[in-house]
């Protein structure tokens, strides 16, 4: 799985850049109504995927089935962009998601992050996501001690396809993170894992 590791992290910073290049067009763009409010519930969705990793002293690799909701609002008002082609989301998604491996267990709690969306070619839009969630994870580890109160950060890629009006697939690569950030009378090395995610929203 390592191979796999190394592919999927050039492949993050390449979706960015592109990103960044479809932005640096955002001057030449149609202008939203002065009207627009300022931050509003734009979309409700689902999603789930595969997460792999290593935890220490663990032979076998640990495989993650994450379940979660996804609840975004366009934020673009609040954060002064113009641009009809480009969203900024405030997200809130709880989840909660089945780890197997040496020693099975749970991951449950809430992220709250952004997404920033980039139409590329309608129907098709980049995104980039951070989030960062409390939560409990159910497992005993060499890295973060016993099981109990953490924080999953996850930062991603990827791309959403609008194919029917107020409906989408979205489907990206994320980098997950855990750590207590020394909120916890315990250890906290850390548990890094990759996972490629996929769901479907309803957008308003």
């Known amino acids: 799985m390592k191979h796999r590791s190394t592919f999927l992290f050039p492949l993050f910073f390449v979706v960015f850049f592109a990103i960044f290049l479809s932005c640096s067009h955002a001057a030449a763009e149609t202008m939203y109504d002065e009207l627009e409010p300022d931050i509003y519930l734009n ?9 792999w990793g290593s935890l220490k002293g663990d032979d076998e690799e640990m495989s993650i089935y994450p379940a979660f909701v996804r609840i975004g609002f366009n934020a673009n008002g609040l954060f002064g962009i113009k641009s009809r082609k480009s969203s900024l989301q405030l997200t809130i998604e709880p989840f909660v998601n089945i780890v197997c491996g040496s020693e099975d267990g749970v991951e449950a709690g809430c992220g709250f992050g952004m997404r920033y969306l980039h139409e590329v070619g309608s129907p098709v ?5 951070a989030s960062a ?5 159910s497992i005993d580890t060499r890295e ?8 999953l ?3 991603g890629a990827g791309l959403q396809y609008r194919f029917a009006p107020g409906k989408a697939f979205f489907a990206g690569y994320r980098f997950r993170h855990i750590s207590h950030a020394g909120v916890a009378d315990r250890s906290n090395d850390g548990i890094n894992t990759n996972a490629i995610i996929a769901g479907f929203s309803w957008l308003y």
């Open 153 to 155: 950060d996850q930062f």
């Open 144 to 151: 973060q001690g016993k099981a109990g109160f953490n924080f």
């Open 133 to 137: 969630a409390p939560m409990y994870y």
């Open 125 to 129: 839009d980049l995104f980039v996501e």
């Open 43 to 51: 979309e409700i969705g689902i999603g789930s995927g595969y997460a």
